[in-house]
């Protein structure tokens, strides 16, 4: 079925940068686009940027474009999450999913638990 | 303010039938495929539904899902305690570039 773990959230004040990981086990990883989404507190899930399994695409929610990079490293079987210019509305859990298939969205099968970002001065 | 539009809750006894409704528009739910998510706090949100209808493995057949026009339903029978969770609808907006949009979510309260 696969796993996913997701690493790198942290405490970061306005402005600031984090790269958040995401490793997976279980299955081909270099076959599946992946996602990254979050949970403010106290609201719903929020899709936030999709790569295509070989990385030549990515796409992101308004909320993050131009701040926000997904990027993967298929030898490593991990996912990334680079964020700039943070600010107190990105404090959140951050998930990263799998997708079944490739270069196009379907459903998410595989889910990790998330890593906590709090933007605080 | 959501995309996809669900109840913000719903409540039902151990044993009967709940249904979660998900609204959207032609541009979503009407031309492409439906799942639904389970999530618990601390937890990672699970895939209970997929292609509107069909359940993963694992997934007891008391969770059902249904798609009509621009509106998809989830339904689950048997109630237990342990379903006590939020539940979302999702699905591509049209495009990859208008990307994945989910319900506001449900949560689910079994009295």
């Known amino acids: 079925q696969g796993q996913m773990v997701e690493s790198g959230g942290g405490v970061v004040q306005p402005g600031g940068s984090l790269r958040l990981s995401c490793a997976a086990s279980?299955?081909?990883?270099?076959?599946?686009?992946m996602h990254w989404f979050r949970q403010a507190p106290g609201k719903g899930l929020e899709w936030l940027a999709f790569?295509?399994?070989?990385?030549?695409?990515?796409y992101y929610a308004d909320s993050v474009k131009g701040r926000f990079a997904v990027s993967r490293d298929n030898s490593k079987k991990t996912l990334y999450l680079q964020m700039h210019s943070l600010r107190f509305e990105d404090t959140a859990v951050y998930f990263c999913?799998?997708?079944?298939?490739?270069?196009?969205?379907?459903?998410?099968?595989?889910w990790g638990k998330g890593t906590t970002v709090i933007v605080s001065s | 303010q959501s995309v996809l539009t669900q109840p913000p809750s719903v409540s039902a006894a151990p044993g009967q039938r709940v249904t979660i409704s998900c609204s959207g528009s032609?541009?979503?739910?009407?031309?492409?495929?439906v799942s639904w998510y389970q999530h618990l706090p601390g937890a990672a949100p699970q895939l209970l539904i997929y292609?509107?209808?069909k359940r993963p493995s694992g997934i007891p057949d008391r969770f059902s899902g249904s798609k009509s026009g621009t509106s998809a339903t989830l339904a689950i029978t048997g109630l237990q305690t342990g379903d006590e969770a939020d539940y979302y609808c999702?699905?591509?907006?049209?495009?990859?570039?208008?990307?994945?949009?989910f319900g506001g979510g449900t949560k689910l309260t079994v009295l």
């Open positions: 999913a799998k997708d079944n298939l490739a270069s196009y969205y379907y459903y998410m099968d595989v």
């Open positions: 279980g299955f081909t990883f270099n076959i599946y686009g």
């Open positions: 790569i295509r399994s070989d990385a030549t695409n990515e």
């Open positions: 032609s541009s979503n739910i009407g031309k492409n495929y």
């Open positions: 292609d509107n209808n």
């Open positions: 999702g699905t591509w907006n049209g495009s990859l570039s208008a990307g994945w949009v």
